[in-house]
């Protein structure tokens, strides 16, 4: 399928300190989108990364893209308790998204 | 703007009952999805709209499963008759063109049947 697949499934860090959630995926795809979900809450859009990029900032936020290896990362510089969420990668299929299971991240104060 | 809108919030209801979940999206939005989001199975893609017209429901689980669009304004996923393995957070989202574009989800419908 085209499903992209988050990894690590869960990860634990302490504040101030960067997170970094990976996104492979199988087909080509036009873009990449990644989202944030807190408990109990739809997800909310991130960043859209286009094939034809290989890096995106937005805010504390950073998102590459390595179409060759069809993989995408997401960083999170100087993590916060209110970053902890989980996070998904999304890729375009037709004029569908098609949702990885997500990375579980957990900010400790 | 008030964001996708979904409702209920939750829903309980027994086997074998109907169930319709609401959504309005996002004004001007042209394209409407519907998604389900499990533990086991994560989040599913049912259905998706553009201008109002099904495009694709190849992810409609089964004949059970219905979903319209009556208007730009208005959507309704029906389950009927329910059952347990229904049981899950449904999604609505909308975005601008649908393609090459950020969707927008509403904060869910928790469905539980019994």
């Known amino acids: 399928s085209q499903q992209g697949e988050e990894d690590p499934q869960a990860l634990s860090i302490q504040e101030g300190e960067n997170a970094t959630m990976n996104c492979s995926y199988k087909?080509?795809?036009?873009?990449l989108q990644w989202y944030r979900q807190n408990s109990g809450r739809g997800l909310v859009h991130l960043i859209l990364?286009?094939?034809?990029?290989r890096e995106k900032h937005s805010g504390r936020l950073r998102v590459t893209l390595d179409t060759s290896k069809k993989s995408s990362s997401l960083l999170i510089t100087a993590s916060r308790a209110a970053d902890t969420a989980s996070y998904f990668c999304?890729?375009?299929?037709?004029?569908?998204?098609?949702f990885g299971p997500g990375t579980r991240l957990s900010v400790l104060p | 703007d008030a964001g996708v809108i979904q409702s209920p919030r939750h829903e309980v209801t027994e086997m074998g009952q109907e169930v319709t979940l609401r959504c309005k999206p996002i004004?001007?939005?042209?394209?409407l999805f519907w998604y389900r989001q499990t533990m086991m199975r994560g989040l599913e893609l049912l259905i998706y709209?553009?201008?109002?017209?099904?495009?694709?429901d190849s992810g409609m689980p089964e004949d059970r499963f219905s979903a319209k669009m009556p208007n730009a304004s208005f959507s309704t996923l029906k389950i009927q008759p329910s059952e347990p393995r229904d049981s899950a957070v449904y999604f609505c989202?909308?975005?601008?063109?649908?393609?090459?574009?950020?969707?927008?989800f509403g904060n869910g419908t928790r469905l539980t049947v019994t």
């Open positions: 989202a909308s975005s601008p063109t649908g393609y090459n574009s950020p969707l927008h």
């Open positions: 087909t080509s795809i036009n873009n």
């Open positions: 990364i286009r094939s034809n990029e």
């Open positions: 999304a890729t375009d299929y037709g004029q569908n998204f098609v």
């Open positions: 004004s001007g939005h042209n394209s």
């Open positions: 709209f553009n201008n109002n017209v099904p495009i694709d």
